[in-house]
């Protein structure tokens, strides 16, 4: 339960996936740093700091981080759908597992955490639900339908579950931004070898950090605002697809040149 005192506001509680590290860990600090208590929720957790394993593909442990938060804390305030995986490639390239692994994960774990607290939100009559997406649910760079498939489902979730849950006293989130600094590369998958240079060279490069979009991510959930696209670079990018769709595709399609050239000079 609630360590709260009389008189006193109750701690914010925030359950994280994918919290070990990269954003999921920046968004634990920030949150911490804010006063909340914060479980933080990963596929190798560390459970000797307080940490829940958490497979987000697996229904067993998210009902088991369901019943944790209630036993513990007797509620949640605060879903923050996290963890992801980078991966995409050319459409003639990638293969259907590679899509099937990004759907499971990017996608499905979303709509399993979604759905898992979805009964505990409507009896508290309160709750947000945070869902990591990415400019690349917004607008959609060649090389990479698989991701930005599964993010762009991820925005049209999080909007449907906004519209199906605002009666119940929650809001849902999605959190959209470019490209930033973190360790997702480090893990990606895929046959598509001049896609993963060029997706590692704009993090490695990236002025952005994940302190950054946490920060603005937590501002921007207080003022409410459910689409969130944290960084100047990311609204750019979308604006210019909203006031000049022949630009937007005109730079989009340079992209894709860009790529075939990459991909024919590394052969």
Same mark, same amino acid.
């Given at each position: 339960m609630t360590d709260q005192q009389p008189n006193q506001q109750p701690q914010t509680r925030v359950l994280i996936t994918g919290a070990?590290?990269?954003?999921?860990?920046?968004?634990?600090?920030?949150?911490?740093?804010?006063?909340?208590?914060?479980?933080?929720?990963?596929?190798?957790?560390? /459970?000797?700091?307080? /940490?829940?394993?958490?497979?987000?593909?697996?229904?067993?442990?998210?009902?088991?981080?369901?019943?944790?938060?209630?036993? /513990?804390?007797?509620?949640?305030?605060?879903?923050?759908?996290?963890?992801?995986?980078?991966?995409g490639g050319r459409?003639?390239?990638?293969?259907?597992?590679?899509?099937?692994?990004?759907?499971?994960?990017?996608?499905?774990?979303a709509v399993r955490g979604t759905a898992t607290f979805t009964p505990l939100f409507k009896r508290q009559g309160s709750g947000r639900i945070v869902n990591v997406a990415?400019?690349?649910g917004l607008v959609h760079p060649a090389g990479m339908a698989g991701y930005n498939a599964t993010k762009a489902a991820v925005v049209a979730l999080t909007e449907t579950t906004g519209h199906e849950l605002a009666a119940h006293g929650v809001?849902?989130?999605?959190?959209?931004?470019s490209y930033f600094r973190t360790n997702l590369m480090a893990g990606v998958e895929g046959r598509d070898a001049a896609l993963q240079h060029v997706m590692t060279k704009l993090v490695e490069d990236s002025p952005i950090s994940a302190d950054d979009i946490a920060t603005a991510v937590l501002d921007a959930i207080d003022a409410g605002t459910e689409l969130i696209i944290p960084d100047e670079a990311a609204r750019g990018a979308y604006q210019l697809k909203q006031a000049d769709r022949a630009a937007y595709d005109a730079v989009m399609r340079a992209q894709a040149r860009k790529l075939d050239v990459i991909a024919e000079n590394a052969r």
């Open positions: 070990a590290s990269g954003l999921g860990a920046a968004f634990a600090s920030a949150w911490e740093a804010r006063g909340a208590r914060v479980l933080r929720t990963d596929r190798v957790a560390d /459970e000797s700091a307080g /940490e829940l394993r958490l497979d987000i593909t697996s229904d067993a442990d998210w009902v088991a981080a369901r019943e944790h938060v209630e036993r /513990e804390w007797g509620g949640l305030d605060v879903l923050v759908n996290n963890a992801g995986i980078a991966g459409l003639d390239v990638s293969g259907i597992d590679e899509w099937q692994r990004l759907v499971d994960i990017n996608l499905l774990g990415s400019l690349a809001t849902a989130h999605v959190v959209c931004p």
